[in-house]
Nanobody, 124 residues
């Protein structure tokens, strides 16, 4: 089993920045990739970004490319999501996820473990 704990959410004005962290523990050697999803009220959970552990490949949804940056610290292991130039449309609960065998990257069903979520609210 893998446990994921997110931190770093909060309230920020449009144009501001936040940095989310996700610390993994347990059987972390089984992790192939880690990613971030988000879910706004009344909407489906959507892919935000992911990183493949072994090859350091990074993926982003189109609407956050150029504003968000995913990174990792292998030693901890922890994954980060630096979010700059935030927009009200980014308001959601952000979930960290880990996969042991990532295939499609953007499908939530590809991810085996999930954190509890952290709220990000961007005011206009």
């Amino acid at each position: 089993q893998v446990q994921l704990v997110e931190s770093g959410g909060g309230l920020v004005q449009a144009g501001g920045s936040l940095r989310l962290s996700c610390a993994a523990s347990g059987r972390t050697f089984s992790i192939d990739s880690m990613g971030w999803f988000r879910q706004a009220p009344g909407k489906e959970r959507e892919f935000v970004s992911a990183i493949r552990w072994s090859v350091d490949s990074r993926y982003y949804r189109a609407s956050v490319k150029g504003r968000f940056t995913i990174s990792r610290d292998n030693a901890k292991p922890t994954v980060y999501l630096q979010m700059n130039n935030l927009e009200p449309e980014d308001t959601a609960v952000y979930y960290c996820a880990a996969s042991v065998n990532l295939r499609t990257i953007v499908a939530a069903s590809d991810y085996n473990y999930w954190g509890q979520g952290t709220q990000v609210t961007v005011s206009s």
